[in-house]
């Protein structure tokens, strides 16, 4: 999922919410940032149904960055979510966002001097 919509960036879509998903993915890694700011992760290699999805797409200092948080469904409707890491799409996802790129983008992710990526809106620190 992620490649696909950092893609998009080659369609003139460099900055955009992500403010709906539906579907079905497969192989997907997700985790949240525990107490110490170190992810923990699970991969669920089965397939399963994206029931919501939200996020962002900005530009970054090494191209197209996308943040994602999943809300998934296994065959069973054990719901898991969480932060997005890699998923592939299986069968189909329709994803819906709001284009935010038109004259300058009002965002883009920073380095900063550990692992994240910090999020600068309308060059605001």
């Known amino acids: 999922m992620h490649e696909s919509l950092r893609s998009l960036s080659q369609h ?21 940032l525990d107490g110490d700011g170190v992810y ?14 939200e996020g962002n ?3 970054g200092p090494d191209g197209p960055f996308t943040h994602i948080h999943v809300v998934l469904s296994d065959d069973g409707h054990v719901v898991r979510g969480g932060h997005l890491f890699k998923a592939t799409i299986a069968v189909t996802a ?29 060059g605001i620190e």
């Open 57 to 59: 797409l900005a530009p």
């Open 12 to 32: 003139g879509i460099n900055a955009a919410a992500i403010t709906s998903g539906i579907g079905r993915v497969i192989g997907a890694e997700i985790g949240y």
């Open 94 to 122: 329709e994803i819906h966002l709001r284009d935010l790129s038109g004259e300058g983008s009002p965002f883009e992710r920073v380095a900063t001097d550990n692992q994240f990526m910090r999020l600068s809106f309308c």
């Open 40 to 53: 923990q992760t699970v991969v669920h290699e089965e397939s399963m149904e994206l029931l919501s999805t």
